[in-house]
């Protein structure tokens, strides 16, 4: 079993509306959790950063962790077509869980267009 | 700052040649990684460092070298290239094992 799972869509939906991206881990040790955004031909670029439990907000964007479901989810308000890219999710360990260092654990990403 | 740079864009290769993926960081990140990114794969792990002159080995090491002699530069070397190491591949660095990772903007390697 891979230790993150991430539906590799496609994602399609109108110009909008809500979106929902999710990622299932297995590792328990997980403690910080991040969205990467991913353009056509360039590299990953942060989106969201969350340590723990919780819920964090950036504008239209709103990232959530349950750890107790080992559930991470990525919501998008009000969608555009500027969204439109494949998301990925990561997460690490930290260096106190004797992780291997600066190691990020990601999904397959998930491919989303939102059109007009 | 520029940021994480990749040096080529794109390059084909022949099965057994040689080939050094460039990237550098001007921003004193401690942590620097290379990962490929294949088409429903997602972003394997090949070899990462801490700091000059610590490196170690990822998911996906097989088939390539790392070296790290300074803070900035993190190059990869492809010993003898195989059609199985057609990818994108991203170099990445950080500040701290605990921070987020910036990417560049990729290497795609065709290897014929």
């Known amino acids: 079993q891979k230790e993150v799972e991430q539906d590799p869509g496609p994602l399609s939906v109108p110009e909008g509306a809500i979106v929902s991206l999710n990622c299932t881990y297995s590792?328990?040790?997980?403690?910080?959790f991040m969205w990467y955004r991913q353009y056509s031909r360039k590299g990953p670029e942060l989106l969201m950063y969350?340590?723990?439990?919780g819920n964090k907000e950036d504008g239209r964007f709103t990232a959530q962790v349950d750890k107790s479901s080992k559930y991470i989810s990525l919501f998008i308000r009000d969608s555009q077509p500027s969204d439109s890219a494949t998301y990925l999710c990561a997460m690490s360990p930290g260096a106190d869980r004797g992780s291997t260092l600066g190691r990020l654990y990601f999904g397959r990403g998930t491919q989303l267009t939102v059109w007009p | 700052n520029a940021g994480v740079t990749q040096t080529p864009k794109f390059q084909v290769l022949k099965t057994g040649q040689s080939m050094t993926l460039q990237c550098a960081q001007d921003m004193n990140h401690e942590y620097m990684s290379w990962y490929r990114q294949d088409p429903g794969m997602g972003l394997r792990l090949i070899h990462y460092?801490?700091?000059?002159?610590?490196?170690d080995q990822g998911e996906v090491p097989n088939g390539y070298n790392v070296s790290r002699s300074t803070t900035e530069d993190f190059p990869l070397r492809l010993l003898s290239a195989a059609p199985s190491q057609t990818s994108v591949y991203f170099c990445a660095s950080s500040y701290g094992s605990q921070e987020t990772q910036y990417f560049g903007p990729g290497t795609r390697l065709l290897v014929l």
């Open positions: 460092s801490v700091g000059a002159g610590i490196t």
């Open positions: 969350t340590y723990s439990s």
């Open positions: 590792n328990s040790a997980f403690q910080y």
